[in-house]
């Protein structure tokens, strides 16, 4: 079984400093896919990064990316220079044994202070 | 590309009732998934439509159920509808085809807000 954890229910963060949003995951599979969303007060939940598990760099999008800790099973997501735009809630999931359905973790509600 | 469209928006209906959810993927994708989210228990899938046919099912009463049309458009079905069935209905589309499975990146609709009373 899979299992993804995020230990912050929510962080506040000052406009324009970095922010690190913990996951660690759990699998006995050494194939599988790490996964960040946004997640708006609208509802929408938009893609923001991906992490393959033999991926030896880590993932970066723009101001997001990914540190990937393999031995430690963690996919933590930083966001440089916050804006004010980035409160939002933050989801990580992961695929793996073959499944194309991604496991959530409960999010991390993130509120960007001006 | 035109993204995951889901109508309606907004629902609100009665205890008993039923209700039926569309969801329009991607063009392209033949994969749609479902998922219910509330405050108490986040994020829940639902089940997996892949080329007409349910591929994975999550743990839901019977009461909940989905099918996909040959333009890989989703309709999702509640009957009987109860006071805890008040979510967000998310809808996911993907291309469900990515070897391993690993990289299946899923877009999603902007979902639709069910309020039954």
């Known amino acids: 079984a899979q299992k993804i954890t995020q230990t912050q229910p929510g962080m506040f963060v000052q406009e324009k400093e970095a922010v690190t949003l913990d996951c660690t995951y759990d699998?006995?599979?050494?194939?599988?896919?790490l996964f960040w969303y946004k997640q708006p007060s609208s509802g929408e939940m938009i893609f923001l990064i991906y992490?393959?598990?033999?991926?030896?760099q880590n993932a970066t999008e723009g101001r997001y990316s990914l540190n990937f800790q393999k031995a430690r099973k963690s996919a933590n997501l930083v966001i440089s220079a916050s804006q004010l735009g980035d409160s939002a809630m933050y989801f990580c999931?992961?695929?793996?044994?073959?499944?194309?359905?991604?496991?959530f973790g409960r999010g991390t509600s993130l509120i960007v202070h001006p | 590309k035109a993204g995951v469209t889901q109508t309606p928006r907004y629902l609100i209906k009665t205890r008993g009732q039923q209700v039926t959810l569309s969801c329009s993927p991607i063009?392209?994708?033949?994969?749609v998934s479902w998922y219910q989210q509330t405050p108490g228990q986040g994020l829940q899938f639902l089940f997996e439509?892949?080329?007409?046919?349910?591929?994975n099912k999550g743990n839901f009463p019977g009461r909940f159920s989905g099918r996909q049309f040959s333009n890989s458009r989703s309709e999702m079905n509640v009957s009987t509808l109860e006071l805890g069935d008040s979510a967000l209905y998310l809808c996911?589309?993907?291309?469900?085809?990515?070897?391993?499975?690993?990289?299946?990146?899923?877009?999603f609709g902007p979902g639709t807000r069910l309020t039954v009373l």
């Open positions: 996911a589309s993907s291309r469900g085809t990515s070897g391993s499975g690993t990289y299946n990146e899923q877009f």
């Open positions: 699998t006995s599979d050494q194939s599988y896919g």
């Open positions: 992490q393959g598990s033999y991926d030896e």
């Open positions: 999931a992961m695929n793996s044994g073959g499944s194309y359905i991604p496991t």
């Open positions: 063009s392209g994708h033949r994969s």
């Open positions: 439509y892949f080329s007409e046919t349910q591929r």
